[in-house]
């Protein structure tokens, strides 16, 4: 099967890559440095020639609810529209659980992201995760006050990335579905520990504060919003599992 993957240089799209090769699939990366723009959908007509699914896993870094919107909204059209003309049979797109209930900040991109796919006319699943254990990495270290490490209050149920592309794998393989039973991780845990956890990994001394942030966001953070619930299937790699593989920067 000839899979294109857009977001495919990504924290889970590298993963996705590997584990559809690993299958035996042939994958084409959707990205700039392969020479398309799904921003403006340049490029998109040549990479999909012969392409049976196309996966999403693309991201944008903001909190801000338009910014979030201005990036999914054009993307996922233009990817939609260049699917239609290459003959696409399948779109799958990795969202993220709980986003209907917390449309706010980042997640309201992928809101609008998933209005756009269950509105279109290719077939196509949708696959909402928690958190990849990657976060903690990403929030650690994000905001400073001086000699201290803020993190958001927030109860965290993360996933390895990698066990998120296996499933990724094995649904483009299933064929379209809908909206799938979500991914959570095989624990719930609060990010300051996590983040607590990956400092001493990392040899970071700074002392790690979760802060509580304001507004709808930061109480969907904090009440379990984001976290799986009833009928969600789990990733098995723990998070210490995981910190074990990554080592110390100075290694």
Do not use: C
């Amino acid at each position: 099967m000839k899979i294109a993957v857009a977001g495919g240089t990504g924290v889970v799209g590298s993963h996705v890559v590997e584990v559809a090769r690993e299958a035996g699939h042939e994958v084409v990366v959707l990205s700039r440095s392969t020479g398309t723009d799904l921003t403006t959908g340049e490029g998109l007509a040549t990479a999909l020639a012969g392409v049976e699914v196309v996966v999403d896993v693309t991201s944008v870094f903001t909190l801000d609810a338009g910014e979030s919107r201005d990036f999914f909204g054009p993307v996922t059209r233009h990817l939609l529209e260049a699917e239609l003309e290459a003959g696409v049979t399948h779109h799958l797109a990795l969202s993220i659980v709980g986003i209907d209930q917390a449309p706010h900040g980042y997640y309201a991109g992928k809101v609008l992201q998933e209005e756009l796919i269950a509105a279109g006319q290719v077939p196509w699943t949708v696959l909402r995760a928690t958190q990849f254990h990657e976060f903690a990495s990403q929030v650690h270290g994000g905001t400073t006050v001086g000699p201290i490490v803020v993190v958001p209050r927030m109860r965290s149920e993360t996933v390895a990335a990698r066990d998120v592309a296996e499933r990724i794998v094995e649904l483009v393989e299933a064929g379209p579905g809908g909206r799938v039973a979500d991914l959570g991780g095989p624990a719930v845990d609060w990010m300051g520990s996590l983040s607590r956890a990956w400092a001493r990994a990392t040899g970071d001394r700074r002392p790690v504060v979760a802060v509580p942030l304001p507004g709808r966001l930061g109480r969907a953070m904090r009440d379990g919003t984001l976290v799986s619930g009833p009928g969600a299937d789990h990733g098995t790699t723990t998070f210490q599992e995981w910190l074990s593989t990554q080592g110390r920067p100075d290694a």
